[in-house]
């Protein structure tokens, strides 16, 4: 390849779809990965296996083509299925619209076609196996080694340990802090019973427990993907197979009967950081930051992904329109939209583990559904906002803000009951 108009650091989600785009419109595009081939030799261990797919996602998909393919291969969720402790089932929609679904799909499986799709065009090279190891002090060059390598445009689509985040912030161009959830998670596979999903596969259950909790996303192969979240000082103290089975006996009971073998894998499956990433800039020179390397979030808004793929589709608006300055001009816009779901994923943790088997949240939510239905135009549910429409995220939350404190006032009043 002659000198690339684009270099991508990172062959994820987002730098693979990034990819495809850019060569869609025959883009010369390099894209440099640290890593193997992950469809040859597998992915990266210690990483969440699922994600959750809804709208913005599938909208930056839509425009490399690739919606309907991985729409296809995805598992639609519908609402949350929240386990009590005596094993009691509570059912909440995720949308005033029952037909609306979020899509749980796998990671492998999706980085395999985005990165497919990249390479069926002519114009993306991958080299994997290629560490940059730094920025050209102007942020107009990747450095490999001694090799310097030039493009009207850089990338750091290179993940929370961004080496081009840490290069950036080696020059003085811009400060990040990371701030630990102070829980951790560790996932389990829940295999199918007689052939079949063993829970109910359209919805995402929930075990809420109050300062921990346990969640399970179903898999096109009959498995399902258990997450549990539990405060570092709980996995510290769960110090053996034993210990961890007592607990999951205790609080977890409806789950554990579905992980025949799990002290294998509480003992194999590593224990994994939950923290959000805030950056104060992202761009300098050539150079622009994106998805996690600039704003990796907690997961509980299942808006991680969604949020890494909107920054690409708007990043190849912005390209295709031949901006100039196109890193501050992403930056400008992007950075109060991931300030907003940094914010929301935290809220939605609290709701998530203490929250969604209150009577009086429930009965909020269900109002919320019915305004949302009976006055549409007027009043749009924040999930909604979130998950199934493009609204700019800072925008979701203020709107988002509002109603809740007007959904409580009609609480007060006795409506909702």
Known sequence: MTKPQVIVVGAGLAGSLLAALLGQRSVKTLVLESRRDPRKHGSQGGRSINLALSTRGRTALARAGLEATVVSDGM?????????????????????????????????????????????????????????????????AVQLGKECLEADLIVGADGAGSVVRQSLEALKCCQSVTEPLGHAYKELELPPRQGRHALDPAALHIWPRGGEMAIALPNPDGTFTGTLFFANETFDRLKNEAEARDHLQTHYHSMLQH??????????????????????????????????????????????????????????????????????????????????????????????????GDPMFLNRKALERKLGRWIPKMFTPLYDRVSFSNQPYADALRHGKRQDQLLRRLQSLGLGR
């Open 259 to 356: 992980v025949p073998d799990f002290d294998k894998q509480w003992s194999n499956n590593p224990v994994g950081f939950l923290g959000t990433l805030r950056v104060d800039q992202w761009h300098h020179g050539n150079t622009v930051l994106i998805g996690d390397a600039a704003h990796a979030i907690v997961p509980f808004y299942g808006q991680g992904m969604n949020a890494a793929f909107e920054d690409v589709r708007r990043l190849d608006e912005l390209h295709a329109a031949g901006v100039n300055n196109l890193p501050e001009v992403l930056f400008q816009e992007r950075k109060p939209n991931a300030d907003a779901i940094a914010e929301m994923a935290l809220m939605n943790f609290v709701e998530m583990r203490d929250h969604v």
């Open 76 to 140: 639609p969720m519908a609402a949350r299925l929240m386990h009590d402790r005596q094993g009691n089932l509570t059912r909440q929609p995720y949308a005033k619209d029952e037909q609306q679904a979020i899509l749980s799909v796998g990671r492998s499986r999706l980085n395999a076609t985005l990165l497919e799709a990249a390479e069926h065009t002519s114009s993306v090279e991958f080299r994997f196996q290629q560490k940059v190891t730094g920025l050209r002090d102007d942020g107009k």
